[in-house]
């Protein structure tokens, strides 16, 4: 079985292989993708207060997104819809994966 760091690394990997032969539409991507991650969060948000739901979209999965350049749209849904704020293991590592996302962009820019 594969563990959920492998995954995050894996899919941060494509994503951000992506973005790089993409660099012609970068601006569409990081518009796309920042869109497609608030949306991801806002529909978490939404079956975290559904009762009756029984998957939950994965914290490997929203990382990925955001490691991936989302960040932004993953802290707009965040804070707009009070949304993983109080959980501290989340917010630790989600302001790793901002940093980790910058210090790529800059390096390879």
């Known amino acids: 079985k594969i563990s959920a760091a ?3 690394v894996g899919a941060s990997i494509l994503f ?6 993409c660099r012609l539409y970068f601006d569409t991507y990081y518009l796309i993708l920042n869109f497609v991650t608030f949306l991801f969060f806002l529909y978490d948000k939404f079956i975290s207060r559904n009762s009756n ?3 939950r979209i994965s914290e490997t999965f ?3 997104l955001c490691i991936s ?3 932004l749209g993953a802290l707009s849904a965040m804070l707009l819809f009070n949304h993983k704020i109080r959980k501290s293991s989340f917010l630790f590592t989600f302001i ?3 940093a980790v996302d910058i210090i790529l962009s800059y390096q390879l820019s």
């Open 6 to 8: 492998t995954k995050l």
């Open 16 to 21: 951000f292989l992506i973005s790089r032969i």
């Open 53 to 55: 739901a029984t998957t």
């Open 62 to 64: 929203m990382f990925s």
């Open 69 to 71: 350049g989302g960040w």
């Open 96 to 98: 790793l994966t901002v």
